[in-house]
T-cell receptor, first 111, second 114 residues
Framework: QKEVEQDPGPLSVPEGAIVSLNCTYS??????FMWYRQYSRKGPELLMY????GNKEDGRFTAQVDKSSKYISLFIRDSQPSDSATYLC???????????FGKGTRLSVIA | KAGVTQTPRYLIKTRGQQVTLSCSPI?????VSWYQQTPGQGLQFLFE???????NKGNFPGRFSGRQFSNSRSEMNVSTLELGDSALYLC?????????????FGDGTRLSIL
């Protein structure tokens, strides 16, 4: 089982929709979780950073961690065409790898 | 505050050659990590440097090496290039690279092997 699993999509939604992006992880000891956004021909940009369980909100973005089910989510409200990108979930491995990433979900928001 | 800077942005090499990629971290950041990104494997960790010492290493062959200078700038070298080394190579920096400190990425060097 991979340490972090993420549905690669692609996911296509109309402008204004609520988007839900999800990842599962295998190690219950993971504590920190990140969401990165990557535009084409660019590096990953840190979007959200959460510790342990609960929700964290930043503008139109909400990150949610459910440690009981080892599930992390990113919600995007009022999605815009500028949100079209690949979204990557990540967590620091407890071993010798600073970050372990999901494969990324490609999102397209259609105007 | 300037972000992570990687040079060059694009490189084209042939099999058997070697290549050196450069990374300047965010000012004040002392940890630099390198990742390889491919469509099939996603982002995979290569190695991490802190205070000029390799602190962590991923599962890549010895052809991949790196170093860090006293100003925290880092270089990555790949020798005897293979077609499969074609990828986006990303550098990320954080304050000290400990758990809980986020990593910030540069825009990468896209390496194409002919």
């Amino acid at each position: 089982q991979k340490e972090v699993e993420q549905d690669p999509g692609p996911l296509s939604v109309p402008e204004g929709a609520i988007v839900s992006l999800n990842c599962t992880y295998s190690n219950s000891a993971f504590q920190y979780f990140m969401w990165y956004r990557q535009y084409s021909r660019k590096g990953p940009e840190l979007l959200m950073y959460t510790y342990s369980s609960g929700n964290k909100e930043d503008g139109r973005f909400t990150a949610q961690v459910d440690k009981s089910s080892k599930y992390i989510s990113l919600f995007i409200r009022d999605s815009q065409p500028s949100d079209s990108a690949t979204y990557l979930c990540a967590t620091p491995n407890l071993g010798n790898t600073p970050l372990v990433f999901g494969k990324g979900t490609r999102l397209s928001v259609i105007a | 505050k300037a972000g992570v800077t990687q040079t060059p942005r694009y490189l084209i090499k042939t099999r058997g050659q070697q290549v050196t990629l450069s990374c300047s971290p965010i000012s004040g950041h002392r940890s630099v990590s390198w990742y390889q990104q491919t469509p099939g494997q996603g982002l995979q960790f290569l190695f991490e440097y802190f205070s000029e010492t390799q602190r962590n290493k991923g599962n890549f062959p010895g052809r991949f090496s790196g170093r860090q200078f006293s100003n925290s700038r880092s270089e990555m070298n790949v020798s005897t290039l293979e077609l499969g080394d074609s990828a986006l190579y990303l550098c990320a920096s954080s304050l000290e690279g400990v758990e809980g400190q986020p990593q910030h990425f540069g825009d990468g060097t896209r390496l194409s092997i002919l």
